[in-house]
Each structure stands twice: as C-alpha cells, then as structure tokens.
C-alpha cells in the first residue's frame, strides 16, 4: 500500500489506532494471544494472508504504516485486516475457551484443566459459514470436557445423510486437537465432510452447554428411536411372555425403520420396508432385486449399509435384541397359542444379520431360504 495517502488511508490507520488502543486493555489479554486467523470465518474475502499466523500481540506492536507496506497487502486487505480486529474487541472474553482449549500462535489446540464458558453458537441453528475458530475452539472444549473424544461422529450425527461413511465410525478426539483450517487441510476433507464434522461438534455443544456440569449425574447421548427402543427392551427381558404383533411393531420393528428413514437414502429405506412387509407381504432378496431392478448381489450390499446403520447408531444393539430373540424363543415354544413373530424375526435378521457381514469386511453373500424355492 506504497503511494500517497488517501482518505481511505488515513480512514484506516484511524481505525488501527483505537483499537491497538481498546485491545491494549487488561479485559483482552488472552485475545491478543491468538493468531489473526482465530478471528476469520470461512467467509470471509481479501484476507491478509501474510499476517493471518501472527497473534494480536505482534500485529498490534507494529505501527501502521510498517504492517500497511507489508508484499501482498493493499488497501482491500487493510480494510479485511483491521475488520478482524474488530470482531477480536467485540467477542466478549467469556466467549474464550481459554482455559480449556487454548490456540498458538502457529494454530495448534491443547488441553488445560479449566472450564469454558458458553459461547457463540448455543442453542441456535447450525450455520457452517459462520464457524470461526473462536466458536469451533469453544466446541472442542466441550467435547473434551465431557469426555467424549473417544465416542464416534456417526454416534452424534443428526443423520448419518450428512457425513460420509468412511468417517462414521471416527473418534471425535481425532479433531479436537486440529484448527479449522488444518481439519480443511486434511487429505480427502472437502468442504462436504467438513460441514458433516462441524454439524456433530455443534450438536454436542449445543446439548451440553445448556445443561452444565453435574458431578452427581451423567448425560447419555442416543438417538431418540434407539433411546425408545432400549427403554422398552429392559422391561421385556425381565418381564415372563411376549408381546403380540401389533406391539412388537410399534415398540420394536417401527422405531428401528424410523432410524433407517432418518438416516438412509430412500432407496435403503424402500429395501427395509420391504424386508419388513410393510406395504405388502414379506419379500426374498430375489423378489426385492427384481421390483427394484438390481441384482441380488447389489440387494445384499444395500442390507449390509443398513447394518451398519445400525451398528454406528446402536452398537450395542445385537447383543440386546438376540437376548430378547432368545427369551421369545424359549417361551414361545412352551406356549399353547404363542404369538406370531415372523416380523420380528425379520427386523432382528434385516438390522442385526447372524450370517452376513457389514462394510468392515468382506461380503458374504448367503443364499436367502425364500430363493431356493
């Protein structure tokens, strides 16, 4: 920005100096800490890059007409520039993690033994163009706080649409050491799996910021059909008898197709309606394949994304439901007019197959009974 001075100019080095001046206070002394780049969003423009990895601190002991001359920064970025530090003197210091998680000046994140306080982004709706690394920083630090880091993004996710799957079954702590701008530079992280990762991070925030801490309780995090299903399966394996088709359905088969619809594409979820005879009579994969138009080959891999629906959603799901499959089958078969559990016996082989493995290893393509026929 080497020429003679303009209003423009003169406009800007005015604007530098007051805030060199507000941000001098003591209230902002763990914003100064923080590189430029903490302060930007994904959308901003004219960014100054040259400056983007020095913290406030240095950026703001170099006079203005030093930090004006720097190659590569001209009036547009000067004005990008001194836009930063005003978001930096307007975001309250209780908005800072920086007890929790604090940020370098090179970007990297850490753990402390602090608390943070709720910050930007709480309770409101999820916008990804809005994530600065102030609010991103604030996210981590909960997961971390929580103990969370180990649970999956698949676990968390609003629907398993959103992510992709190679990442469903990916710890959480794998991001809680990483900016924002090194998780964009991740190999095979495009803006798409990103946005997913950043969805999962503000639900648990935004779950766990409006409840606090509590040393005497826990928060279990489930998705609600599974939580529906769960709470009915404890009663029923320490209950003597079974429940008849209608409530099977609705506690049962009903609740685990609705975490299919939540998370599958319609064509999984046509399959899974099919399996389950919901509009028509129960169907074999090789009548499935043929009113869909696959091969059965293609069917049996469908089945499988579902199961690992299931297995991301509700891992410990099989080990319940083959208990309470094993509690019907023992009773049933004492009983005079037992009750008809052909659906149910569907639901357990279509969610949580005994002879079939999902996408984290080879396919095994076992011959359906009703295609022998």
């Not at 970025?77 to 930063?84: A, G, N, P, Q, R």
């Not at 880091?149 to 990916?170: H, Y």
């Not at 979820?269 to 499935?288: F, Y």
């Amino acid at each position: 920005m080497k020429r003679n001075g303009s209003v423009h100019d003169f406009q800007i080095a005015g604007r530098y100096e007051n805030l060199r001046k507000v941000l001098s206070d003591d209230q902002y002394v763990d914003h100064v800490e923080k590189p430029l780049a903490f302060w930007a969003l994904p959308t901003d423009r004219r960014l100054p890059l040259a400056l983007m990895g020095q913290t406030l601190k240095e950026l703001l002991a170099t006079p203005f007409t030093e930090i004006s001359e720097t190659p590569g920064i001209g009036l547009k970025k000067m004005h990008s520039f001194v836009s930063l530090l005003t978001r930096a003197a307007n975001t309250d210091r209780s908005e800072l993690p920086t007890d929790f998680v604090k940020v370098s000046g090179n970007g990297k994140t850490s753990s402390g033994n602090g608390t943070s306080t709720n910050g930007n982004g709480n309770g409101s709706a999820f916008q990804p163009t809005t994530v600065s690394e102030v609010v991103w920083a604030q996210w981590q630090a909960t997961v971390i706080r929580h103990g969370l880091g180990k649970e999956t993004l698949g676990r968390f996710a609003p629907s398993l649409r959103n992510i992709t799957r190679v990442v469903w079954n990916t710890p959480l702590e794998a991001y809680t050491e990483r900016t924002l701008a090194e998780i964009r530079e991740m190999k095979t992280h495009g803006e798409k799996r990103v946005h997913g990762i950043l969805e999962v991070f503000h639900s648990v925030h935004a779950i766990f910021s409006q409840i606090g801490h509590m040393d005497h309780l826990a928060l279990r995090i489930v998705p609600r059909w599974i939580d529906r299903i769960e709470q009915w399966i404890a009663p029923q394996l320490q209950t003597p008898g079974a429940e008849d088709t209608e409530a099977l359905f609705e506690n049962f088969v009903g609740p685990l197709l609705e975490q299919v619809r939540v998370d599958a594409v319609p064509q999984l979820v046509s399959l899974a309606e099919n399996r389950l005879g919901i509009h028509e009579p129960i169907t074999s994969v090789r009548q499935a394949a043929r009113t869909m138009g696959l091969t059965r080959a293609r069917v049996y891999q469908l089945l499988n994304e579902i199961n690992d629906i299931m297995m991301t959603r509700w891992p410990n799901g099989r080990h319940l439901v083959y208990a309470l499959r094993d509690k019907y089958g023992k009773e049933t078969a004492e009983m005079k007019n037992p009750p008809e559990l052909t659906q149910f016996h569907a639901a357990i082989e279509l969610f949580y197959p005994s002879n079939r493995r999902g996408a984290a290893g080879p396919l095994e393509f076992v011959e359906d009974p009703a295609d022998a026929a």
